[in-house]
């Protein structure tokens, strides 16, 4: 088990989009690729990550199957002309096992801290494990990592506050409708930003309505978050119902202006993420409304930006702990087949002996015999499996299994046993 986990992987950081975006696994592909790799590699413990950032393979084997494995992505995806294989960077286990934590608590994300990628490696964990994909290891490591984020969210400000400028949009947006008991919000135009809006909406109370030049797109949109839709037509109607407006228009005039809004009777909140701007500056003049524009939520990404850049250095040293936690398990997950046989060998003995005198004395001496020689077989071991466990920690277990297995013949007592 030592060493033998690896993984490939492309990102954001190495790789251009189109080359991601071609060799992306949904939950079906995933399992089929699970499939192909048991068959074609013999690897038979894996863990497929993949998201619009990065598109990561980790692996047991005891050889390196980096090459191979990124050509049967290729393949898989029917690729030729502009493969993704060259671009794939094999990590060894070392590498391989940090990565994977760091990945997962978002201090590898293209936005820092980015608080959906620990539900995404959720996700890729539960596919690993319904197709039988996920051993001891990888359960083992992926609660571990479970347990780092809930430590880095409770001893670091590393998720404190919101470091796009869509999501503080939609925390601002959420922090004023909680006092509203049907709150209404309208996202106008869904380009990149006002899409990324939407998705984080989605788990929202309001209702939200969706409103784009492109009217097919608002509906294909709405019906897969389950939001309304209104047409472009009705925006005036729309911006005077709701109470919270997030616009994400390109124009080169602002669309809503302070006429729309000129008998606003009610507290209303307006965003504007729009460069040229889409809403006019004067409507934060009307009684009840604020207004917020790019600048103002740049400015407050840019704030937990630099909260969450301080936290780095706490995070690492969270992770760094888990790790040398994790490998203590691992290092032990080695011997404990030595620790098996050790005691399978005297276990053996004892009842050898037992069996000599069993037929010479009554049942309670034989219970009390049973007792004792039992306590005596722990005592015994107690001390070797201890020094086993220290040798671990230094990495030192390799010889001291060879002086048992010696000194036990305990290699000989697999073999006969079988």
Known sequence: MHNNFRAIGISYRNTPLDIRESVTFDEFQTKQFFGQIKETLAIDEALILSTCNRTELYYFSDHDRSVE??????????????????YFHPMDHAEAVRHLFEVSLGMDSMVLGDIQITNQVKKAYQWAADEQMAGPFIHRLMHTIFFTNKRMVQETSFRDGTASVASSAVNIAEQFLLTFTNPKIAIVGLGEIGENVAENLKDTQAEVTLLNRTHEKAELKASELNFSVASFDHLDEVVRASNVVISAVQANEPIITASI?????????????ALPRSIAEEVSDISG???????????????????RKAAIPQVSSIITDSIAEFNNWSNE?????????????????RKQELARYIDKIGEKEAKILDKATKGMIQKVIKLPVLQLKAACKRGEAETLVGVLNDLFNLEEEKSTSK
Do not use: C, R, W
């Open 333 to 349: 997950m080695e011997v404990s087949p030595t620790i098996k046989k050790l005691k399978d060998a005297l276990e053996e003995i």
């Open 69 to 86: 494995l990124a050509k049967l992505v290729d393949v898989f995806h029917g690729i030729t002309d502009h493969p993704a294989s060259g």
């Open 261 to 273: 809004l000129e008998n606003n009777h009610h507290p209303k909140l307006l965003i504007d993420l």
């Open 289 to 307: 409304v604020i207004l917020y524009n790019v600048d103002q939520l740049q400015e407050k990404a840019s704030k937990a930006l630099e909260e």
